[in-house]
């Protein structure tokens, strides 16, 4: 698989995240806090998530081939995905064993991927 392929496989997952966080807040943020997602007010930060999560997703897929951008891009959405997983490891004591298994794999193989698809692209290492 070329690293623009990888790239664009990676920001179409957060269009899904974010559209499944739109749609079924509750549900999908359930997964990873747990029972505390069935509360009303979680669903409005679930939302707001899930919408930057779409954004920032369809950002990526628009510019991945765009060499001035594209890997600077990625970049910034590992450090949003380091967020997430540092995040998860802080409050690990308070979060569902799956769940935070759960984020901790996706968000380190977020970050892993995008900076790896990010370094490839600054090297010129398209294919």
């Known amino acids: 698989m070329r690293t623009r392929d990888v790239a664009r496989v990676m920001a179409a997952g957060r269009v899904a995240i974010g559209a499944a966080l739109l749609v079924a807040p509750r549900l999908s943020l359930g997964l990873w806090i747990g029972r505390d997602a069935a509360a009303g007010p979680v669903a409005a930060p679930a939302r707001a998530l899930g919408i930057r999560e779409v954004a920032l997703g369809t950002m990526a897929l628009h510019v991945v081939d765009e ?12 450090l949003c995905d380091g967020v997430d997983l540092l995040a998860t490891l802080a409050l ?4 569902p064993p799956a769940g935070r298994a759960l984020i901790v794999a996706m968000a ?11 370094s490839q ?3 010129g290492q398209v294919d």
């Open 121 to 123: 692209l600054d090297a």
């Open 108 to 118: 380190g193989a977020g970050v892993a991927g995008q900076l790896w698809a990010a």
């Open 92 to 95: 690990r004591g308070a979060l």
């Open 67 to 78: 060499p001035d951008v594209g890997a600077g891009l990625l970049r910034t959405l590992a």
